[in-house]
């Protein structure tokens, strides 16, 4: 009986090796931890892309500044 229970495990660790050396691998593609990734993310929705929905950013304007006409000497 211990036999059989031994060649039985020979033969399930030779058939888990014979299989796990089976299947052909699959293509991997290296992506760095510090670059994004391309594709749709959890924010970026389909396009890929972060938009920003709002009014535009207006252009500031200095406001007008009334000359100063230059102080004139005092007279004695």
Request: hydrophobic share 35%.
């Amino acid at each position: 009986m211990n036999t059989l229970k031994r060649l039985m495990m020979l033969i399930g660790i030779g058939l888990w090796l014979l299989v796990g050396c089976a299947t052909p691998p699959q293509p991997f593609d290296y992506q760095p931890d510090n670059e994004l990734k391309p594709g749709p993310g959890l924010f970026t929705g389909e396009a890929g892309v972060y938009t920003i929905h709002g009014p535009q950013p207006q252009e500031e304007k200095e406001p007008a500044r009334e000359q100063e006409a230059p102080a004139e000497p005092a007279s004695q």
